[in-house]
């Protein structure tokens, strides 16, 4: 019997599709990909058991069908993703099917040594990192699984548990730039100061033609509907008093540097390789026109055009945590931020943790995280900041969220108490350049598969992924630090790394960890002392199982004896 559940019109519940991932094997989890991603996971899903997504990852399992080999009809219902018995009854099923290509080797697994030999110079082989889901996520409306790649334990619980109190509410509100733009940077240097406004005034004048010469080097952005759309000229202060007297070039007649930034919308790529091609061919025509040597021509790392924000409100008292209410939770949180923001020690390890979110995701899915790390920081400056006329704040690096509690002023109109409707709101804003097309993108097929994840998502809507996740992360750490602090929870999902750093073999792993966290000692030297216990109870175990079936070997003996001397005797008595 085959039957075919469409379940397009049906909103899917994504918290039951996903409840108690976290508790499944590596290997059912896997399963699960494939089934609730078929598309994604094609090679591997056997057809007689598959589930078909929509293309987006937030709608994903729409239809499902159960051909003659999955007569069960237990599962046969409108909701089966949207149920987890039901999904682990799939996955099982799949499992018992083992069929070669259910055998293979799941894909979301390293780069091959031969591509890699071919991406860097003197390469000796490539290393591997957890890749993890992040669940939980509403963001714009649509739920979405977020796939990150990270050493750290409690990162991706982190930013799951958060997400799941923010999307428990209306979940994340995010927006980003409508062009992805990048901009390329041109360094036109011993401009004289009389001759400095007559070189700004010839670069405004050509603007048209620069942008007509910059579009021969990208004329692939041009045909997909991109390409060069603004030239601007900025003009920046040397910095006086330098003791240039041993400089092999004579340039003291210059006191400002004439910097040309070539804004090109690079359509769906992060565009860094594109924007250098550019500031590259453009420069001879901008050292033509204004009298200047060429300088630096390169990409700027800081792309403030291509800024996406994330936002959350939930009512305070979603933040009550053991005896403490919601509102003591609420002012502890935003004490954080508020330290965060004029101590940059602080700030460096409150953004430290909104990056463990964004890294994840970006090394994930193929992006250039040391770019996006950079301009983090760089926007966590007043100086960048404060030009760019959005925040307020009076030191030199702080931090790069904001929270506040406001009234809902729809809430008042209810009637409900002052106290309820105070909410918490939360956000990150900050530059995020990334890609979904070109690059290294296709060198690598994890890449793929996590995208693929994420429903193939476009540079935006990644973008606005990462700001969420980073928003997360933030609000999980500081949610954590101002109530119970993170070393509890850290230190227990670290207790696995500590057992394998101790040398545990991988079987044992989590019974060490575990009896680790009983004893409230998660230390190389605790592990050590378990694992050694571990194993001489292992050994017992084992000599009192051999030294059972000895006994009951011997004992089977001893009756086959017995037995054998009386079937002697009767056929000796039968005899006689
Ligand atoms: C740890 O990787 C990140 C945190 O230190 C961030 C923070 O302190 O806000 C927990």
């Not at 923010?166 to 036109?188: D, H, M, P």
């Not at 901008?286 to 936002?311: D, F, P, Q, W, Y």
């Not at 949180?333 to 330290?339: G, L, N, S, V």
């Not at 700030?347 to 990056?355: D, S, V």
């Amino acid at each position: 019997m085959s039957e075919q559940y469409n379940l397009s019109t049906m909103p899917v519940n994504h918290q039951a599709t996903w409840s108690g991932f976290y508790k499944k094997s590596l290997r059912e989890r896997q399963t699960q990909l494939k089934l609730v991603f078929p598309q994604v996971f094609t090679s591997s899903t056997p057809a007689s058991v598959y589930v078909t997504p929509d293309t987006s990852p937030c709608n994903s399992p729409i239809s499902v069908d159960f051909s003659s080999e999955t007569n069960d009809q237990n599962i046969h219902s409108n909701s089966v993703l949207s149920d987890n018995s039901k999904i682990n009854y799939l996955i099982n099923k799949l499992e018992s099917l083992s069929t070669e290509n259910n055998k293979q080797i799941f894909p979301i697994n390293g780069l091959d040594e031969s591509i890699a030999d071919n991406m860097i110079e003197n390469c000796i082989g490539t290393i591997g990192l957890p890749v993890g889901l992040a669940l939980n996520f509403i963001i714009n409306g649509k739920s979405i699984i977020i796939p990150m790649a990270i050493e750290e334990p409690s990162v991706i619980a982190g930013v799951s548990g958060a997400a799941k109190t923010i999307s428990a509410y209306n979940g994340f509100k995010a927006t980003t730039t409508e062009r992805n733009t990048i901009v390329a940077q041109v360094c036109l240097l011993d401009i004289s100061q009389e001759n400095m406004n007559f070189a700004v005034d010839k670069i405004i004048q050509n603007k048209s033609e620069i942008i007509k010469i910059a579009n021969k080097y990208c004329d692939n952005m041009v045909k997909r509907g991109g390409g060069v759309c603004e030239i601007n000229v900025r003009r920046i202060p040397r910095k006086a008093n330098r003791n240039r007297n041993n400089y092999p070039i004579n340039s003291d007649n210059f006191m400002e540097w004439l910097v040309v930034h070539i804004t090109i919308d690079v359509c769906n790529a992060m565009g860094a390789n594109c924007a250098s091609t550019v500031a590259e061919g453009v420069a001879p025509f901008l050292a033509e026109l204004t009298g200047g040597r060429i300088g630096l021509r390169i990409v700027s790392n800081l792309n403030v055009e291509r800024m996406s924000k994330a936002t959350f409100r939930i009512p305070l008292h979603m933040l009550a945590y053991k005896s403490l209410s919601g509102k003591e939770v609420a002012a502890r949180i935003i004490e954080a931020y508020e330290w965060a923001e004029v101590d940059p020690y602080r700030a460096t390890t409150h953004n430290k943790g909104i990056m463990n979110g964004i890294d994840a995701v970006a090394l994930a899915t193929g992006q250039d995280w040391r770019a996006i790390e950079a301009a983090a920081h760089a926007w966590a400056c007043d100086g960048v900041r404060i030009h760019n006329d959005n925040f307020q704040s009076s030191n030199s690096y702080g931090s790069l969220t904001t929270y506040w509690i406001e009234k809902d002023e729809q809430l008042v109109t209810t009637g409900k108490t002052d106290d309820e409707c105070l909410m918490f709101c939360g956000e990150l804003e900050l530059p995020i350049t990334v890609g979904t097309a070109g690059g290294v993108l296709k060198t690598n097929q994890v890449y793929t598969y996590n995208l693929g994840i994420m429903g193939n998502p476009n540079a935006q809507e990644l973008a606005m992924s990462m700001v969420c996740i980073g928003l997360a992360q933030n609000f999980a750490a500081l949610r954590a630090l101002a109530t119970e602090g993170i070393q509890r929870g850290h230190m227990s999902l670290h207790a696995k790394n500590v057992a394998i750093a101790a040398g545990c073999p991988t079987n044992a792993v989590t019974s060490v960890a575990q009896r680790m966290i009983e004893k409230g000692k998660i230390t190389l030297s605790s592990a050590k002392n378990i694992i050694e216990l571990y194993m001489n109870e292992q050994v017992n175990i084992s000599k009192n199982l051999l030294s059972n079936s000895l006994k009951i070997e011997d004992k089977f003996e001893k009756v086959c004896e017995n037995l054998s001397n009386s079937l002697s005797n009767q056929v000796q008595c039968n005899i006689n």
